[in-house]
């Protein structure tokens, strides 16, 4: 959690109990906002499908997608800037 919170750009597997919209809603619990997400299914499949969605709120309320995935979670403001180091 400390060192997502220090990223720009981050990805995650999903896979099991840890669906993209679960994953989405333990963030957002988490004090996580402001990223968007590019949602990868079926990599290398003929299904392969790429979504975008511009919030995590948005992707929290996804019922339907692929068994495993990888997320890619970017900062939605181009101005991010990680938090200062702790002296």
Sequence with gaps: STRLRRRRLAGLFTGGE????????????????????VLCEELGLPDERVRRFESLE????????????????????????????AS
């Design 18 to 37: 840890n669906t993209p919209r679960r994953i989405a809603r333990h963030l957002l619990e988490h004090g996580h906002a402001g990223w968007s997400v």
């Design 58 to 85: 948005a992707l929290a309320e996804v019922t339907q997608a692929a068994e495993l995935n990888v997320l890619v979670l970017e900062r939605a403001d181009p101005k991010w800037m990680p938090p200062p180091t």
